[in-house]
């Protein structure tokens, strides 16, 4: 019967891929193979592994990265090195960079064996950050911060039950994560899941979009057509920047809320629906409902249940968290590997307050990741974000006075001296005197 450990092999040798296979199964121990440093890295990412075993000399991305990565990555993970080209320098490297052992090939079932033992003694029950239960619990969204924390204790409450969520946030702070996050981690993830961005609709067709329509509606309606809500049935429909759509489809959503049933565009009859409904904005309903752009029951009827997604500036302990998500995703897919971000350039991503919010540290994460070569430093960073000088704006002056300061000025450089300033200002001592005495 297998062990609990699960261990990773990481080698471009079948052979000896083989081996160490046959060996650890001998041994009771579960393993996972990868003849690749991409390959291991996304069986890290997928799986739990209690040891990795990494040979050094691998082709485009050697065991040295993956040792680096998997310890910033998984620090409690132990890793064991095994490799056919020993050299001092090579040992000391890799336990530098965080390796338990170092095993020579060839090597014997019994060093393979206690060289497993003495790394996996090693192994502390901490969580990484990988393991965090806010990033396995909702999907993608990841944070440890309070603000983060109230989010997702939200969603944790209302997950199970179809009550109306309002969604309210800036642009860019990932509502749409969170309607999804809503979804998929509930009893009704396996129903559908229908996001509807409101703002990207023509107005004369959101009606038809989200409600349907039946044969000779409209101009154009050549047969019967169900809506997003139809398509929604038993799951969640997530209306997006909600405050864009008019009035008219407004008062039918009002409808929808209150009686749970739908009539398609041309239709005189009702159908009954079970829709969880989702609406999200970035607008402010409240000023709109003062303006009379937005209907003030419609707004109570959605806010049920409301949650406010924090800005980035307002979670700044989570940009780290954050930017090793997309330094994996853009690091693999543009380099092959994984690119780290040196001290400078990470305090410059904690200083800035982030506008555009996690949708432009992502944009810019994955321009650094294009520049950069193994390391972002801070000349990979955007402009935008490094140190501005705020220059105070010239103050509009008559010519009169503009003459004045400029005199002043050349005056207060040459010291008074009247003769020298004459000279620089191309005019005689009696003309400058005369404008002194004005």
């Known amino acids: 019967m297998l062990q609990k450990e699960n261990i990773l092999i990481v080698d471009d040798d079948i052979n000896i891929l083989e081996l160490l296979q046959r060996h650890l199964h001998s041994l009771n121990y579960h393993t996972y193979k990868a003849v690749s440093v991409k390959e291991a890295v996304t069986i890290l990412r997928d799986t739990e592994i209690d040891l990795l075993i990494t040979d050094l000399k691998m082709p485009e991305v050697d065991g040295f990265q993956l040792i680096q990565f998997a310890s910033e990555h998984y620090p409690n993970m132990p890793k064991l090195v095994v490799t056919g080209y020993p050299s001092v320098q090579d040992a000391l490297s890799a336990i530098k960079s965080g390796a338990v052992d170092y095993l020579v090939k060839p090597f014997t079932k019994e ?3 206690q060289g497993v033992l003495k790394s996996l003694s090693t192994k502390t029950k901490k969580k990484t950050i990988a393991e965090s239960s806010v990033t396995k619990k909702y999907n993608e969204i990841i944070g440890e911060s309070e603000a983060i924390k109230d989010v997702t204790q939200i969603i944790d409450r209302i997950k199970d039950n179809k009550a109306t969520i ?6 860019g702070t990932g509502k749409e994560l ?25 107005e004369n067709l959101l009606e038809s979009e989200l409600f349907g329509y039946v044969k000779g509606a409209f101009t154009g309606a050549n047969d019967n057509r169900e809506g997003f809500f139809q398509a929604a049935e038993g799951g969640t429909i997530f ?100 690119i780290t971000v040196d001290t400078e350039a990470q305090a410059l991503l904690q200083r800035y307050d982030w506008p555009g919010n996690i949708r432009e540290l992502e ?20 402009e935008t974000l490094k140190y501005q000088i705020d220059f105070p704006k010239d103050e509009l002056l008559s010519l009169k006075e503009m003459e004045k300061k400029y005199i002043q000025k050349v005056l207060a450089a040459t010291l008074n001296n009247q003769t020298k300033a004459a000279e620089i200002l191309n005019i005689d001592r009696k003309t400058l005197r005369s404008k002194i005495k004005e």
């Open 111 to 113: 060093e393979l064996k």
């Open 166 to 171: 309002f969604i309210s946030g800036e642009s």
């Open 178 to 202: 969170v309607a999804r996050s809503i979804h998929y981690s509930g009893k009704f993830s396996r129903k559908p899941f229908i996001a509807v961005n409101c703002g990207g609709i023509p």
């Open 239 to 338: 209306l997006d920047e909600i405050g864009n759509a008019s009035l008219a489809v407004q008062s039918r959503l009002l409808r929808v809320l209150q009686e749970k049933e739908v009539m398609k565009v041309g239709e005189r009859k009702t159908e009954k629906i079970d829709v969880r409904v989702i609406a999200a904005t970035n607008s402010n309903l409240k000023e709109m409902i003062a303006k009379k752009t937005f209907r003030e029951d419609l707004f109570y009827r959605l806010t049920v249940v409301e949650i406010n997604v924090p800005p980035l500036r307002e979670r700044k302990e989570d940009i780290p968290l954050l930017a090793d998500k997309f330094l994996f995703k853009y690091g693999n897919e543009y380099k092959d590997r994984y």
């Open 363 to 382: 944009n810019v994460i994955q321009r650094a990741v294009i520049m950069c070569d193994r390391t972002i430093g801070i000349k990979d960073l955007p």
